[in-house]
């Protein structure tokens, strides 16, 4: 899959305006680089990469990938999951010349597709079981059930396994920021794209 080459995914995640995603949802998303998120101890805004069009073309000039390739793109067939996949379409579009084909099904058969690997993009989510960094840095350790990708690196399950048994906070924030750098800057298995907050209607 051309979606292998590390140039084309950074590309793809500096093509894409996050800062949008409250705007057109409506429903008081935030875009992030981060994979954990804001207000969660391990948080730090400037991890991930920022919206820069120019550096994004600079990247898919690194992948030797042409514009106007096609790539699929796979999701559950919710309205809201659809509309995500259309504006990163018109984003990578826009500003990279690639053209991304929408494969949408029912949440059963999207699972399938996963357990099949059958698409290089998926788009997915992830909501913690408890508030703490591991709930989320875990999921893409090299053996978990939860990881998706196929990707494994071992430096990354090593500070991620580290920091989960550290009873020193300051070493643990160390070794998060370390792990989230090879999983959203360096690696990139995963694009974060927005935090979505829990809304309540109070008396």
Not at 7 to 13: D, E, P, S
Not at 24 to 51: C, N, R, V, W
Not at 143 to 160: P, S
Request: with cysteine; hydrophobic share 40%; net charge positive.
């Amino acid at each position: 899959y051309p979606i292998s080459s590390v140039h084309l995914r950074r590309a793809i995640a500096m093509a894409i305006d996050k800062s949008k995603f409250g705007e057109f949802m409506h429903g008081g998303q935030t875009g992030t680089g981060s994979f954990i998120p804001e207000g969660m101890f391990g948080y730090d805004k400037s991890i991930g990469l920022a919206y820069d069009p120019t550096a994004a073309k600079k990247e898919l000039a690194k992948s030797g990938i042409k514009a106007g390739m096609k790539i699929e793109l796979v999701s559950p067939n919710w309205e809201k999951n659809l509309m995500v996949c259309q504006y990163i379409q018109g984003e990578l579009k826009k500003n990279l010349g690639i053209d991304i084909s929408i494969r949408s099904f029912d949440h059963k058969t999207f699972r399938a597709q996963l357990e099949l690997y059958s698409f290089p993009i998926f788009l997915n989510s992830w909501s913690a079981d408890y508030p703490d960094p591991d709930n989320f840095l875990s999921v893409f350790l090299g053996g978990a059930g939860n990881n998706r990708t196929k990707w494994k690196n071992a430096d990354y399950d090593a500070k991620v396994l580290l920091a989960r048994y550290n009873q020193n906070q300051k070493a643990r924030l160390k070794l998060y920021g370390q792990a989230q750098k090879i999983l959203v800057e360096d690696d990139m298995p995963i694009l974060p794209l927005y935090n979505e907050p829990s809304l309540a209607l109070v008396n």
